[in-house]
């Protein structure tokens, strides 16, 4: 993936979809979960070609010092850029397609799905974050690469 491709939000997404398994057959429809993750565009590039997530990164990358350190993704876009736009370096959105045996295996390692802290801001976030512990990036990245997870480039401004 190119940057001229995350600057414009035009690309493919970037892993097939799930294999099949004991519950879904060759060519059947596998339901996914889309969650959104606003970062920088550097960030964004990285991760859109397959970087994996790391502890180094999640520190470095928070928003706030106090939150746990981890991979935050949101179900609703705007909450997603309004967390980047808290960095001041400019936002890229990703959108993240897990399929449901990949969501049910990270809320069984400890991943935690519920609603969005509301910290400094004034009313609630709409919609859910799903919160990826850093103990769980070894599971991420492996779902990632195996295609259970997707990610592409999400356009803003549609």
């Known amino acids: 993936m190119t940057a001229a491709a995350i600057a414009t939000g035009v690309a493919p997404l970037l892993h097939s ?9 060759a060519g059947e429809c596998d339901l996914r ?20 997530l790391s502890l180094q990164a999640a520190l470095a990358n928070r928003a706030n010092s106090a939150s746990a350190p981890g991979f935050y993704l949101a ?14 370096k400019g936002v890229t959105l990703l959108r993240y397609a897990m399929t449901t045996v990949a969501l049910e295996s990270l809320l069984a390692g400890g991943a935690a799905l519920g609603l969005v ?5 004034i009313g609630a976030f709409p919609g859910k974050q799903l919160l ?14 195996d295609g259970s997870i997707g990610v592409q480039p999400y356009p803003l401004g549609v």
Do not use: C
């Open 75 to 88: 179900t609703d876009p705007d909450v997603g850029m309004y967390f980047a736009s808290l960095h001041n």
């Open 117 to 121: 802290p509301r910290g400094a801001a």
């Open 132 to 145: 990826i512990a850093a103990s769980q990036f070894g599971q991420f990245n492996a779902l990632l690469r």
């Open 33 to 52: 979960t889309i969650f959104y993750h606003g970062t920088d565009p550097a960030s964004a590039l990285l991760l859109a070609n397959g970087a994996p």
């Open 17 to 25: 979809p799930a294999p099949a398994d004991e519950t879904h057959g």
